[in-house]
């Protein structure tokens, strides 16, 4: 099947072409992402490969389907990128990948602790200049504090027991709780009050958009750590900010930023970055921000391709996996 593939560096060629191979799809890879300026690009194909940044708003659904599109198979488990609505309504069937490694993005989740808490960041900056001064490094033992986990899915699960091996007491959200977890769930507003540590695990839907604001801020103990390696939005990052300064917020560890799209997975580093948000944000010294590599593991990378391709294959045969299959109505319990 001919697939115009978006958002493609040099390691997801790597991948796809390895796992293709057998196969025999017929792969165009484009390096910028698809937006409305570049879709034209992915005109006659009857199936198109995007990634987390990529845009599918109806307009393009319509635009594309009417040029030949059925098929969008997705490289990553989020879909807030897409308008299903448009998918339903132009017959384009949605594949995306439900579980690549929940392991890597856990293991990252935990390396941003560690990492604000024990400012391994910055002591490896001072020992490189012979600075071996303790001071402003100060840490706090994570046995026996409280983690909060809000959404516990494949890779909230797998954080939980990360953090159930250091020892952490774990309260958890989620609306669908998951009892063979053995964790002990409450109502959103308790996890915030009692978390030293709050973990963002649920999908960026129309209800946890900015989940975390200046009201459930407020609700949060003074000078808790606050990770996210889900979805930007998940955080409405002026009020983040705000906390900061304020205190009220003591750490911040995020793997995605609600307007990481004009930044994440480019080398801005000769360039003017004109976001001054996140840019007063990198000021702080008890922030760390990572470019959307939670995912990025050897495992997770072989893993996405393989789906990736196999869905293909199971679209061109007439035997998707309805697991793999993403549709406006599946959305409410789905991420
Ligand atoms: P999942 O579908 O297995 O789990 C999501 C969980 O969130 C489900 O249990 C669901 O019931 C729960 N949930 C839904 N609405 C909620 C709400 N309002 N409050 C609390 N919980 C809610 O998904 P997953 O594989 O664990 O992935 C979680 C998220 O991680 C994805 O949606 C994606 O956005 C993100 N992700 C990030 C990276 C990265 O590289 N940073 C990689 C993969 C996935």
Known sequence: MRVAIFSTKPYDRDFLNEMNEGHNHDFTFYEPRLTAE?????????????????????????????????LIVLRCAGFNNIDLNACDEHGV????????????????????????????????????????????LLGFDLHGRTVG????????????NVMKGLGCHILAYDPYPNESLGVQYVALDELLGQSDVISLHCPLTPETYHLINPDTIAQMKRGVMLINTS????????????????????????????????????????RIVRDDVFMRLMTFPNVIVT??????????????????????TAFEKGDINPENQVMAEKVIRSS
Not at 150 to 156: A, D, L, M, P, Q
């Open 231 to 270: 979805r930007g939005a998940l955080i409405d990052t002026q009020a983040v900010l705000d906390a900061l300064k304020d205190e009220q917020i003591g750490y911040v560890g995020l793997d995605v930023y609600e307007e990481e799209s004009d930044l994440f997975f480019e080398d801005l580093s000769d």
């Open 38 to 70: 570049t879709r034209g690009l992915a005109e006659g194909f009857p199936a198109v490969c995007a990634f987390v940044n990529d845009q599918l708003p109806a307009d393009t659904i319509a635009y594309l389907a009417e040029r030949g599109l059925k």
């Open 149 to 160: 986990v809000i959404g516990t899915g494949k890779i909230g699960a797998v954080f939980i």
């Open 291 to 312: 470019g959307h590599q939670a995912f990025f593991t050897q495992d997770a990378l072989r893993a996405i391709a393989t789906t990736t391709v196999n869905n293909v």
């Open 93 to 136: 069937t949605v594949l995306r990948v439900p579980a690549y490694s929940p392991h890597a993005v856990a293991e990252h989740t935990l390396g941003l602790i560690l990492t604000l808490n024990r400012k391994i960041h910055r002591a490896h900056n001072r020992t490189r200049e012979a600075n071996f001064s303790l001071d402003g």
